[in-house]
């Protein structure tokens, strides 16, 4: 199934929209039937029926484990992802932040174009190409994707579509291209369609030229994903940092595409490597900020973490008594709020020490 029918309106709503809807299909083909079995009188089809509800009830009950992660994680992606109103920031030198719609998205107007890092969700392409119309008067002829999730390539089909190349990371095209699992969210995205599949991909380094800018790219190790890339405004000294920097927020971690949480922390290492005081830094979910201090606050949340769960898992804790032992409790208030509650990423965590 196409990507661009499923919206995952998302896919993470998908966890439980999709769930629900067939449990919804279950429980009314099962309430057909037994409404079938009264009208026909019969008691051995009723008990049969009634059997049957009963093992469908057990099966649509969801595990422990799935208790623990998912409803946090898909209400706070629809309520952010999808409600938030899309907002325009002037970065200097043409360059516009589009905050709101999912991941940060940067639009860079060109003499006669616009180059867009990230296409946000597709349920608000449209939405976003007038904000981005708006901000740079310009059209849209060029994508470039920082990860290939939902909220960085949603667009990617309906952009291309409207005439715009699509540049990212091979690996970016390879999970595009087929059907992908994503554990951490308990869904299988369907392979995208043709139109949403980056049209020039790289393995290591690209370079692009806006508007007189030089967009240097470069991937990284495996970090949120194994197709993370950042983008680097060398004259303006802008650094897109993709899902490998969440500003004051968890970061998600896709352990199905490559992702680790000794990933996220080398790429928070590479990324205050690469920033001096003065660099302007988007994340790819958070507030932009400048200099280290936001990115070293982020490293050490996460070595910080990462240390307190290997410790408490080394005892035999288990998740769930990691989860209540609040080894982030500090942050929770502050850090909590987003994509990620303290229980989710302390999962993702636990499962990669
Ligand atoms: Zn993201």
């Not at 009314?28 to 409404?35: G, W």
């Not at 595990?63 to 992802?81: G, H, L, M």
């Not at 180059?115 to 740079?136: P, W």
């Amino acid at each position: 199934m196409a990507l661009s029918t499923q919206t995952l309106n998302f896919a993470l709503a998908i966890c439980t929209k999709k769930l629900s809807s067939i449990g919804d299909l279950v429980r009314s083909s099962a309430a057909t039937a037994v409404l079938a079995a009264f009208a026909n009188n019969t008691p051995l089809a009723i008990l049969r029926c009634l059997l049957g509800l009963l093992i469908v009830a057990a099966v649509l009950h969801p595990s422990s484990e799935c208790q623990i992660a998912r409803p946090d994680v898909t209400t706070k992606a629809i309520a952010q992802f999808e409600r938030k109103p899309l907002q325009t920031t002037s970065l200097g030198d043409d360059i516009y932040l589009l905050a709101g719609d999912g991941a940060n998205i940067v639009a860079v107007a060109d003499r006669s174009s616009t180059l867009l890092i990230d296409s946000g969700m597709e349920s608000r392409t449209s939405e976003l190409n007038s904000a981005v119309f708006s901000a740079t008067h310009r059209p849209i002829t060029e994508v470039i994707n920082t990860n290939w999730h939902f909220d960085h390539t949603g667009g990617n089909e309906w952009l291309h579509q409207a005439g715009a190349s699509i540049l990212a990371h091979e690996n970016t095209r390879k999970h595009l291209s087929v059907d992908t699992r994503v554990e951490g969210w308990v869904y299988t995205f369907p392979a995208a369609p043709a139109g949403a599949i980056p049209t020039t991909v790289f393995q290591d380094e690209h370079t692009v030229h806006a508007n007189g800018s030089t967009l240097a790219l470069k991937r990284y190790e495996p970090a949120h994903t194994d197709s993370d890339i950042s983008v680097h405004f060398t004259e303006a000294d802008v650094l897109h940092t993709g899902d490998t920097f969440w500003n004051r927020n968890y970061p998600f971690i896709d352990y199905s595409t490559g992702g680790s949480i000794d990933g996220q922390i080398r790429a928070a290492e590479s990324n205050l490597a690469k920033v001096s005081a003065t660099t302007i830094v988007i994340p790819g979910h958070g507030e932009v900020s400048t200099g280290k201090a936001d990115l070293t606050l982020f490293r050490d949340v996460l070595a910080e973490t990462r240390e307190k769960v290997a410790k408490l898992k080394k005892q035999g804790r288990t998740l769930e008594e990691v989860i209540a032992a609040k080894p982030t409790v500090a942050h929770d208030a502050e850090w909590g709020q987003g994509f990620q509650t303290p229980t989710t990423f302390l999962t993702w965590v636990y499962q990669g020490v």
